[in-house]
């Protein structure tokens, strides 16, 4: 067995099965290692075996079987046997059960979202939970988004789930007139597990561009819901901007491909032309949260690289004012670099420097990776060596790190 086989099936249908083994068993403290277990034994299993017919029912009913044997173990210690494992096997949904009182969600990915989404968490913990349960996403990657170290996010999602169960927060879908409340936080979730697409951060591969889809789909979802929520369509805007060029971010050999570089003729127009159309329908004037004015600002970033008809063409400036507009609503270290990159389009590379070097060092290898280049075509060339080995001491990513590793060597003339 090719163990990506597996790591497909867990991709695509982690939230469905996370949502199901909850539907039936009602203990999220069980459900996630039990899946996880689940999953160990089909390493093993399938290998000698072969991939079974329907992977998913297998593993479904291989976690069932876990979340079973936790259950009678402790209703050993509890002398409770017939009711824990009878009502399990068989008993009727009840409090912290999923439940949809109008029959308003149909999407088992978006069901669950909603459930995570719960007002009684902290919007944070909320979203880097839904990433988690509902698409897989590693603690160690939510950590990178979140900028967080990963001891800190395992404990933020570990006190969250603790919460629903201590709690006993119900796993229901909220009525129509309170589904408004929750929206904010579900597009944080989408935009969180788009960016975990793009920027893995960890691993071999540089995009996972089915959980881009999947966010992509997940806010689509949300806003057949609720079309008028501006949050969900500048959010989708910005999404099918950035979607709009998955196929030509890698080259044929897997290795990092950068904006100016790309064939533009491969990019996805019909998402482009949705997205610009979007963009356009949403009035400029109108007042909207925080959170979807940023979303806003970022796609008419997009916008811009996605509508010029070449590299050299791009309204640099314009893009600068977008950032220095972002930076006005929500301040961030990622706008800060994003703005300081065009700036260097826009006024030269030594204006990018002097931006650079006021942004705050979290950790990333990012901001020494763009400082490394600004300060290559500043014929600096022993200071970009420094950052370029910098960028390499963080950078966790493989394709990132070779891409890397090439601009160093050529700094001596050499190709590697």
Not at 60 to 75: C, I, K, N
Not at 125 to 145: E, F, M
């Amino acid at each position: 067995m090719n163990d990506e086989n597996l790591e497909r099936v867990v991709r695509e249908e982690w939230g469905r099965l996370v949502a199901l083994l909850l539907a039936r068993y009602r203990r999220l403290d069980l459900v996630e290692d039990a899946l996880g277990d689940a999953i160990e034994a089909a390493t093993r299993t399938w290998r000698v075996r072969g991939v079974p017919d329907d992977p998913v029912a297998w593993l479904l009913t291989t976690a069932g079987r876990r979340v079973l044997d936790r259950l009678r173990s402790e209703a050993v210690h509890l002398r409770r046997a017939p009711e824990l494992i009878i009502d399990a096997e068989h008993g009727p949904t009840r409090a912290g059960t999923i439940a949809d009182p109008g029959g308003i969600v149909e999407d088992d990915v978006l069901r669950l979202v909603l459930m995570c989404t719960h007002p009684a968490l902290a919007p944070e913990a909320a979203a880097a939970l839904a990433l988690r349960l509902v698409l897989g996403v590693s603690t160690r990657d939510i950590a990178r988004l979140f900028l967080v170290p990963e001891t800190t996010m395992a404990a933020r999602i570990t006190r969250a789930k603790k919460k629903i169960v201590d709690a006993g927060i119900p796993f229901a879908i909220p009525g129509a007139e309170a589904l408004p409340d929750r929206l904010d936080t579900v597009a944080q979730t989408a935009y969180l597990a788009f960016t975990a697409g793009y920027a893995p951060g960890s691993g071999a591969e540089l995009m996972h561009t089915d959980l881009a889809g999947e966010a992509v789909r997940l806010v689509r979802v949300t806003l057949a819901l609720r079309p008028a929520a501006e949050v969900l369509r500048a959010l989708l805007a910005l999404l099918l901007l950035q979607h709009s060029r998955r196929d030509t971010r890698l080259s044929p050999d897997g290795e990092l491909v950068l904006l100016p570089d790309q064939d533009r003729h491969r990019w996805h127009r019909e998402e482009i032309d949705e997205a610009v159309a979007l963009l356009d329908a949403i009035p400029s004037a109108r007042p909207m949260s925080a959170q979807a004015a940023s979303y806003l600002l970022q796609a008419r970033i997009a916008a811009e690289h996605a509508t010029a008809t070449s590299a050299s063409a791009t309204r640099w400036d314009r893009i600068v004012g977008h950032y220095d507009a972002l930076l006005e609503v929500m301040p961030s270290s990622a706008a800060e670099l994003a703005r300081a990159v065009a700036l260097s389009e826009s006024a030269g590379p030594a204006a990018g420097l002097r931006a650079l070097e006021q942004i705050a060092d979290v950790g990333s290898h990012r901001p020494s990776a763009v400082r490394a280049e600004l300060l290559r075509l500043l014929e600096r060339a022993e200071e970009a060596r420094e950052s370029y080995h910098l960028a390499l001491e963080r950078c966790g990513n493989a394709a990132e790190t070779a891409h890397l590793r090439t601009r160093l060597l050529s700094l001596d003339g050499r190709v590697g």
